[in-house]
């Protein structure tokens, strides 16, 4: 079961603050604009986990996260 959708609005909410990615990313918002399904779920026994959500901010560049890292945002920012 994928969380998102190419097209769907997403803010970054990455809970952990030692993450690697926290202070570059942390709070943006972006639009999927690419759905890459992997094995991930199957080594974590969590079937959301088999999907990698490329996601594109303002100003161009793209990066990919899983959904426990993205949540909905209804609005376009």
């Known amino acids: 079961m994928r969380r998102f959708e190419v097209g769907d609005n997403v803010?970054?909410?990455?809970?952990?603050?030692?993450?690697a990615d926290f202070d570059?990313?942390?709070?943006q918002t972006g639009?999927?604009?690419e759905v890459i399904e992997d094995d991930a779920g199957q080594a974590t026994g969590d079937e959301r986990d088999s999907y990698l959500f490329g996601v594109e901010f303002k100003g161009g560049n793209t990066d990919h996260?899983?959904?426990?890292?993205?949540?909905?945002?209804?609005?376009?920012e």
């Open 24 to 27: 570059r990313y942390h709070g």
């Open 31 to 33: 639009k999927v604009v």
């Open 11 to 19: 803010r970054v909410d990455i809970p952990n603050r030692d993450d």
């Open 65 to 76: 996260f899983r959904w426990r890292d993205l949540r909905p945002n209804p609005k376009e």
